[in-house]
C-alpha cells in the first residue's frame, strides 16, 4: 500500500462519516496531511505506512497544534514493525493514537469503538471494575476465589475493580465466560484531547518568539505558537481571534501556500494571514488576507491589527 493510496482511504471513511477534509498538506515536512472537522470534532491526520517512522519531533508539533486549535491529533498506518496494524486496536505512539484505516471506519461510520489497546508485551483490555464488582458480588464470590480460578493474585483482582490495571484479553474473555456480563471498556480516541481552544491547559507551555515579525506579533499581544511543518510559520491569537500566520516574500510558492491556508483556516475555523516582507501584488488570496510588513509598523496593538484583518477580510477576492 502506497501513501497515497493509504490517504484517499482515510479521505473516503471521513467523508463517509460527514468530516468536511481539507486539502492535502503537500509541503515537506510536514506534521500533518490533513484536517478534518465533523461539528466540534476537529482532527489533525498524519498518514504513514509505518507507524514507528513517525519521529518525537513531528509528534510534539502535531500536539501543540491540535491542543492550540483545540483538535485531536491521530496517526492512521498499515503496519508496525514487520507486522500489520490489527482491526479495533488502538496503538499509541508519542501519546497519539494510532490505528489502521479498519478501525477509523469502525468508530466514526459505524460507531463502533475499538476495546483493545496495545503495550509492550502484547494487547490489552480496560475493565469496567465497578461491574465486576457487581457480577462478583451477585454470584457471592470472594475476591479471592475468583483469583485463584483465574491463577492470579487477590492484588490483581483488586486493581481489576480499582481501574487501575488493564487485563490480557484472554483474561477478559475468561472473567466475561464466568460471570456472565460484558467488562471491557470501549476506547474513547478522542478522549484525552477533549478541550477547546477557547480553555487552555493550565499545563500548556509556549515559548515566544525572539525575533522577527512573529516576535513583533507577539508584542503586539498575541500568543504565538511556532509551526515548522505546516504551509504557515506560527497560530497567532489574542483573545477574540485566531489565525493561521504565513511569512514570507510574495512568490507563485507562497500564492501556493495561501490557497492551502485558506482551505485549512476553514476547517480549523480560524482566519488566515499571510505576512509579507516587501511588496504584495493583492490584498488577499482565496480567504487568506495579506499584509505587508510595513503595514505592521503603524500598530500598537491586537486590537489594532484584529480590525486590520477584519476589514481586507470583508474586502477577499479569489487571486
Same mark, same amino acid.
Given at each position: ?5 493509504? $490517504? ?11 468530516? #468536511? *477534509? ?7 515536512p510536514r506534521s500533518f496531511d ?10 489533525? +491526520? ?33 503496519? #508496525? ?25 469502525d468508530y466514526f461510520v459505524e ?14 483490555? @480496560? ?14 464470590? @470472594? ?6 480460578h483465574l491463577g492470579v493474585s ?9 481501574? +487501575? ?5 484472554? *483474561? ?16 474513547? %480516541? ?26 513583533? $506579533? ?8 511556532? $509551526? ?10 489574542? +483573545? ?26 476553514? $476547517? ?8 509579507? =516582507?516587501?511588496? @504584495? ?9 495579506? %499584509? ?18 477584519? =476589514? ?8
Amino acid at each position: 500500500m502506497t501513501k497515497d493510496i493509504l $490517504i484517499h482511504q482515510i479521505i473516503d471513511v471521513l467523508e463517509k462519516s460527514n468530516f #468536511t *477534509v481539507s486539502s492535502r498538506c503537500n509541503i515537506r515536512p510536514r506534521s500533518f496531511d490533513l484536517a478534518a472537522r465533523q461539528d466540534d470534532v476537529l482532527l489533525f +491526520c498524519k498518514a504513514l505506512y509505518n507507524i514507528d517512522s513517525l519521529n518525537e519531533e513531528t509528534a510534539s508539533e502535531m500536539k501543540a497544534l491540535a491542543g492550540y486549535l483545540g483538535g485531536t491529533p491521530m496517526l492512521i498506518g498499515a503496519k #508496525t514493525r514487520d507486522q500489520m496494524l490489527e482491526d479495533s486496536v488502538v496503538y499509541v505512539r508519542y501519546e497519539i493514537p494510532a490505528l489502521n484505516v479498519q478501525t477509523l471506519y469502525d468508530y466514526f461510520v459505524e460507531g463502533i469503538p475499538p476495546l483493545i489497546s496495545a503495550a509492550p508485551g502484547g494487547l490489552y483490555v @480496560s475493565i469496567d471494575g465497578d461491574v465486576l464488582r457487581d457480577a462478583r458480588s451477585q454470584l457471592s464470590m @470472594s475476591i479471592g476465589s475468583l483469583a485463584s480460578h483465574l491463577g492470579v493474585s487477590r492484588r490483581t483482582i483488586s486493581k481489576y475493580e480499582e481501574g +487501575c490495571m488493564d487485563a490480557s484479553i484472554d *483474561v477478559v474473555l475468561e472473567l466475561e465466560e464466568l460471570l456472565d456480563v460484558a467488562l471491557a471498556k470501549s476506547i474513547d %480516541i478522542l478522549g484525552p484531547f477533549r478541550r477547546s481552544r477557547q480553555e487552555p491547559d493550565e499545563n500548556d507551555t509556549f515559548q515566544p518568539p525572539t525575533d522577527g515579525i512573529l516576535s513583533f $506579533i507577539y508584542g503586539l499581544g498575541y500568543d504565538v505558537l511556532s $509551526i515548522s511543518q505546516a504551509p504557515f510559520n506560527a497560530v497567532s491569537r489574542d +483573545c477574540s481571534t485566531t489565525f493561521l500566520t504565513g511569512v514570507s516574500k510574495y512568490s507563485n510558492a507562497m500564492v501556493k501556500r495561501a490557497h492551502l491556508m485558506s482551505n485549512i483556516s476553514t $476547517i480549523t475555523r480560524t482566519r488566515s494571514v499571510y505576512i509579507i =516582507e516587501g511588496e @504584495s501584488k493583492t490584498t488577499s488570496v482565496e480567504h487568506t488576507v495579506l %499584509i505587508e510588513r510595513k503595514e505592521l509598523d503603524s500598530l500598537s496593538d491586537s486590537e489594532e491589527l484584529d480590525d486590520l484583518i477584519s =476589514e481586507r477580510a470583508s474586502t477577499t477576492v479569489d487571486y
